[in-house]
């Protein structure tokens, strides 16, 4: 099941926002992990973990050598990731199907690995190269996503809508949490602190 969880843009203290991320912890009771994005202020993942793949290079974000601008955290299943390392001859770092996300969108961009991906998932992944965010979930809505963000830059993405309604942001007395829409990805410009 797994549960990823988001926030880009923070201004409030980022131990404090990040307690929001516990209200998911049943979603992934192997594992636990929050990491900063560097470069970044008020910026991270947490991710809680149901190891199924891979346990030892398995957890996420997800983070290659070959594309260190690269973050991701998915929460799904892959079914035609062999067939698309296969083909394009992609060298795999972990045994994780959702490193293909990565390998698809470093070769053509977020519109082609969409298009590509055969199986159910929702997913965060961050380009800090380009400064920007990638939401993504399957066709069917078989993984939930749930996001909230103002006007002034501030986004948060769950898998439950649960890990964000707790969350403050200065601008906004009430964030409004709203469900990501099945069969979509939405891009989003990130702004460095």
């Known amino acids: ?14 131990s404090v926002q990040c307690l929001s991320a516990m209200k998911i912890a049943h979603r992934g009771p192997d594992a636990f992990r929050f990491e900063n994005v560097n ?14 793949v891979d346990p030892l290079f398995g ?12 973050w991701l955290c998915y929460n799904g299943e892959i079914y035609n990731h062999r067939k698309m ?10 045994n994780v199907d959702g490193e293909i996300i990565l ?20 997913f965060i992944l961050l380009d800090t190269a ?32 649960k890990g964000l309604v707790t969350l403050k942001h200065s601008s906004t007395p009430f964030l409004k949490v709203e469900p990501f829409l099945p069969g979509h990805y939405e891009v989003l410009d990130l702004k460095p602190n």
């Open 130 to 161: 380009n400064k920007k965010v990638f939401l993504g979930r399957d066709t069917y809505g078989v993984r939930p996503l749930f996001k909230t963000m103002t006007e002034d830059g501030f986004l948060a993405v769950c898998s439950e809508a």
């Open 39 to 52: 470069g970044y202020t008020n910026c991270c993942f947490g991710f809680h973990r149901l190891a199924v």
């Open 1 to 14: 099941m797994c549960g990823i969880w988001a926030l880009f843009g923070s201004d409030d203290c980022l």
């Open 85 to 94: 390392q296969q083909h394009f001859g992609f060298e795999y770092q972990t």
């Open 59 to 70: 957890m996420q974000p997800i983070r290659v050598r070959k594309y260190p601008y690269l």
């Open 103 to 122: 390998h698809l969108y470093n070769k053509g961009g977020i519109e082609q690995t969409v298009s590509m991906l055969d199986g159910v998932f929702a």
